[in-house]
Nanobody, 117 residues
Framework: QVQLVESGGGLVQPGGSLNLSCAVS????????MGWYRQAPGKQRELVAI???????NYSDSVKGRFTISVNNAENTIYLQMNSLKAEDTAVYYC???????????WGQGTQVTVSS
C-alpha cells in the first residue's frame, strides 16, 4: 500500500512563502507523474503543478512564476515551494502520484494552507 503524507502547511501573510513536503512510502521512480492539487471551500479540486517522469513540469496559470515543484529521489519526497502567496491560494493542498505499473492514482490526506493578514 502506497502512502503519501503531506506537511508544511499553515498560516502565512500575503506575500509570504511556504514549502510543502510530501513523503512517499515507495521509490519516486515507481511513479510516472507526481503533482500537487488544491481544493478551496466550495470549489472543485484543481491542479496546481505536476512533474512528469521527474523532468517535465506544468503549472496552472494562477501559480506560474510563484510556485515550484521538485522531488528529492533519495528521500522519496515531493516538494512545492510557494512564494508570493495570495489570499486566493488558501486551500487544502493534496499530493498525488500515479504509479507506472497500473496508472493508479494515490493521494495524500491534505495539508491546509491559509493566506491571511
Amino acid at each position: 500500500q502506497v502512502q503519501l503524507v503531506e506537511s508544511g502547511g499553515g498560516l502565512v501573510q500575503p506575500g509570504g512563502s511556504l514549502n510543502l513536503s510530501c513523503a512517499v512510502s515507495r521509490s519516486i521512480s515507481s511513479f510516472s507523474v507526481m503533482g500537487w492539487y488544491r481544493q478551496a471551500p466550495g470549489k472543485q479540486r484543481e491542479l496546481v503543478a505536476i512533474l512528469k517522469k521527474s523532468v517535465s513540469t506544468n503549472y496552472s496559470d494562477s501559480v506560474k512564476g510563484r510556485f515550484t515543484i521538485s522531488v528529492n529521489n533519495a528521500e522519496n519526497t515531493i516538494y512545492l515551494q510557494m512564494n508570493s502567496l495570495k489570499a486566493e491560494d488558501t486551500a487544502v493542498y493534496y499530493c498525488n502520484a500515479r504509479a507506472v505499473l497500473n496508472n493508479r492514482n494515490y493521494w495524500g490526506q491534505g495539508t491546509q494552507v491559509t493566506v491571511s493578514s
